[in-house]
């Protein structure tokens, strides 16, 4: 049978995520948000393109949870993206409560499903999805790792000239200023970039790779960043439906691993079948893991200010 695939939210993210999961083939896909009409008109302009290319993925659009029941894979991308001026975390408390109204009416019709949670800020909205499903640590996962470090790859591609294919980049921490990218652990063509390029270089590219989001923000000045965040989606479903292990970095609930509890934060993760089957712990100098603690620390201090009613 196929997988089902729902996507939350039919805006720029939405759409994108529920396209590229469609043209990879991967299943099915539902597509619901509040306004009428427009996940449909959507689903349906999706479908009638599937000939052309082609694909054969079913795509649904639904203002309906009825016609969500039963998916394997929920995308959470539902809520409001940042304006010019605006950091993620000030979305917290309007995008709480389109989460927790989303996530607990999928979790009825759906409770075997893995939730990947894109709506930000991400990591205290993971946080809210997996109080309010109930569901095990391994099927709330955040998608952000992937985002921020193909931001990386693509600002190293660019400084190098040199294929983004022939890059890997790292990035820990929460989807925020706090990020950490790594680059010791980050490469082209498996030779680390400290090698390659000066120390100034690689700490532009650590600040551009950190405030990527918002400079997508400023420019668009409507809204965020949707094609690499809807691609990266796909990719996370890739990983779990075809049960790949592969290893990405996602926004992970953490229970002592680099020392940190009780918080989503960014870690490498083997994704499979299961959701979230390893989280992966590489070894760290003092200061990343101090630059990895003050990460969490900031996600937590998002998650002390939930209301008392959220569990
Ligand atoms: N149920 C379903 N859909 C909802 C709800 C709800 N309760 N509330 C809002 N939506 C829908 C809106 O109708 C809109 O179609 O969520 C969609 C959001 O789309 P956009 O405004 O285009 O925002 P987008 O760019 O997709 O970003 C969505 O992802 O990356 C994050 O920061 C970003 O939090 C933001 C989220």
């Known amino acids: 049978m196929r997988k089902k695939i729902t996507v939350i939210g039919a805006g720029h993210v939405g759409e994108t995520a529920a396209y590229n999961i469609a043209r990879l083939e991967l299943g099915d896909v539902v597509l619901i948000d509040i306004v009428e009409g427009m996940p449909q008109g959507k689903a349906l ?87 309010v499903s109930g569901f095990p640590r391994e099927r709330v996962i955040g998608m952000a790792g992937i985002l921020d470090s193909a931001r990386m790859r693509s600002f190293i591609a660019m400084e190098l000239n040199v294929s983004v294919e022939n890059t890997h980049a790292f990035v820990l921490g929460g989807h925020g200023d706090s990020m950490v990218p790594l680059a010791r652990y980050s490469t082209v063509a498996g030779i680390p970039i400290t090698h390659l390029l000066p120390q100034d270089r690689i700490d532009a590219i650590i600040e551009r790779t950190r405030k990527g989001g918002g400079e997508i923000v400023a420019l668009l000045k409507t809204g965020s960043a949707y094609y690499a965040p809807g691609l990266a989606a796909a990719q996370m479903v890739d990983a779990i439906l075809n049960d790949k292990h592969k290893i990405l970095p996602c926004a992970a609930f953490l229970k002592g691993e ?54």
Do not use: H, W
């Not at 393109?49 to 995308?75: H, W």
């Not at 409770?111 to 993971?126: G, Q, R, S, Y």
């Open 45 to 131: 302009d999706m479908f009638e393109s599937s000939p052309i290319f082609p694909f054969d993925s079913k795509i649904t659009g639904t203002n309906d949870y009825a016609d969500t029941a039963g998916s394997d894979i929920v995308v959470m991308t539902a809520g409001l993206p940042r304006k010019p001026g605006m950091s993620r975390d000030d979305l917290l408390f309007k995008n709480l409560t389109i989460v927790k109204d989303c996530i607990g009416r999928i979790a009825k019709g759906s409770p075997e499903a893995t939730l990947i949670v894109i709506t930000n800020p991400l990591d205290a909205m993971c946080e809210v999805a997996r109080r």
């Open 258 to 311: 680099y020392g940190i509890s009780d918080t989503y934060v960014g870690v490498p993760v083997q994704l499979g079948r299961k959701g979230v089957e390893k989280v992966i712990e590489i070894e760290l100098t003092e200061d990343e893991r101090a630059a990895l603690n003050r990460s969490a620390d900031a996600v937590k201090e998002l998650i002390e200010k939930f209301p008392k009613d959220l569990g």
